[in-house]
């Protein structure tokens, strides 16, 4: 069958897409060998340069390993849309999914910025200091725009590749009727659950505190939460992926705890101020956090938008509960059944 253009275009793009994170892998590679590596000005009266905090270059090599895996999908993907592989039409609708979510998270986050006035270096002279707002304001809206522009395709995937003369294309490849009990909402939640699980793990190792219900975590205690989520993570996306109801109720009770956790947030901003500073001592003198008037607006945005998105999928986890019963076999008869 031949292949319609919309696919070939979509192969292109998710293939440039994986290329541009094969160079976001290289450069945080780079960056992580260059940190404390790089010479002052050495102009005289010329301030020294912060210095880089040791653990740096892990977090950079570790995002180094997550772009490279991304790329990887992609292009994986890529080949499969060019061949017709009806997995990569499911891989690519997941794919969509992610970047329709990151796109409208990060838009939203972004839109919430450009609201908040930016924070002013105590370098900057008051008389400039309106026309740095001004640019400020106007990188955002550029930022933005390709948050928008990320959002908008992956919207258009979720769209094209649901058309039926599409699913027609793909209809021939192996698996068809192996996978057809499966809703594509669940399948989207099960590998997002399995990304999940990665993050996870790699978050135990990155030198940042976990919040959870309003308490603080360092050290092992931190590890030992994250490898929990991890393992949690893992077993949602199998049961999701299988069917299997045990995977269903673990996934309703790990929202359910991931809205609780919003709503405690939610509730006492202070406390999601008090964890900001810890990183922000962690980060320092890296960067300068915002006001705390700030941090509020966003944090309170952002977590809003979080139990928005817990609702929507215990939502879809309680609609979709008919795909997890398995199918009752016809009774034997046994008169039949005798020889």
């Given at each position: 069958m031949?292949r ?5 275009f979509s192969?292109?793009?998710l293939l440039l897409?994986?290329l ?10 780079l960056?992580?060998a260059?940190s404390?590596k790089?010479p ?6 010329a301030?020294?340069?912060p210095p ?6 892990a977090?950079m090599y570790?995002?180094?390993a ?7 999908w ?10 017709l592989?009806?997995?990569?039409r499911y ?10 979510l990151?796109?409208l998270v990060s838009?939203?986050?972004t839109?919430m910025?450009l609201?908040v006035?930016p924070?002013?270096?105590?370098s900057v ?9 001004t640019?400020?304001k106007?990188?955002f ?5 390709l ?7 992956g919207?258009s995937?979720?769209?094209?590749f ?5 699913r027609?294309?793909?209809?021939g490849a192996?698996?068809e009727a ?12 099960a590998v ?6 990665g993050?996870c793990?790699?978050?135990a190792?990155i030198?940042?505190p ?6 603080i975590l360092y050290g092992?205690g931190k ?6 989520f991890a393992g ?11 069917l299997e109801e045990?995977?269903?109720?673990l996934?309703?009770?790990a929202m359910a705890?991931g809205l609780a956790?919003s ?5 006492r901003p202070?406390?999601?101020l008090?964890?900001?500073a810890?990183?922000?001592r962690?980060?320092?003198p ?9 941090q509020?607006i966003?944090?309170?945005?952002s977590l809003g ?9 215990l939502a879809v ?5 008919g795909a997890?019963k ?6 034997r008869n046994e008169?039949?059944?005798l020889?």
């Amino acid at each position: 069958m031949k292949r319609p253009f919309g696919v070939t275009f979509s192969a292109i793009l998710l293939l440039l897409g994986s290329l541009l994170q094969l160079l976001m892998a290289f450069l945080m590679a780079l960056s992580g060998a260059l940190s404390g590596k790089i010479p002052s000005s050495g102009l005289p009266g010329a301030p020294a340069p912060p210095p880089m905090p040791n653990w740096m270059p892990a977090v950079m090599y570790v995002l180094c390993a997550f772009f490279v895996a991304l790329a990887a999908w992609g292009i994986l993907t890529s080949v499969g849309l060019f061949r017709l592989r009806r997995w990569a039409r499911y891989s690519v609708l997941i794919i969509g999914g992610g970047l329709a979510l990151i796109g409208l998270v990060s838009l939203l986050s972004t839109l919430m910025m450009l609201a908040v006035p930016p924070p002013m270096p105590a370098s900057v002279d008051a008389y400039q200091a309106p026309m740095v707002q001004t640019m400020t304001k106007f990188i955002f809206a550029i930022v933005a725009f390709l948050y928008g522009i990320v959002c908008a395709v992956g919207i258009s995937w979720l769209v094209y590749f649901n058309l039926k003369r599409v699913r027609e294309v793909f209809a021939g490849a192996p698996g068809e009727a192996a996978e057809s009990r499966r809703p594509l909402l669940i399948s989207v939640l099960a590998v997002l659950s399995m990304i999940g699980a990665g993050c996870c793990l790699l978050a135990a190792f990155i030198p940042f505190p976990a919040a959870i219900l309003g308490w603080i975590l360092y050290g092992w205690g931190k590890v030992a939460l994250y490898l929990v989520f991890a393992g949690v993570e893992a077993a949602v996306g199998i049961g999701l992926w299988r069917l299997e109801e045990w995977g269903r109720r673990l996934a309703l009770g790990a929202m359910a705890l991931g809205l609780a956790n919003s709503v405690v947030y939610l509730a006492r901003p202070s406390l999601m101020l008090q964890y900001s500073a810890e990183v922000n001592r962690l980060i320092d003198p890296m960067q300068s956090p915002l006001p705390a008037q700030s941090q509020t607006i966003l944090y309170s945005s952002s977590l809003g938008f979080g139990v928005l998105l817990s609702i929507a999928i215990l939502a879809v986890l309680i609609y979709c509960r008919g795909a997890f019963k398995r199918p009752v076999e016809p009774p034997r008869n046994e008169a039949t059944a005798l020889p």
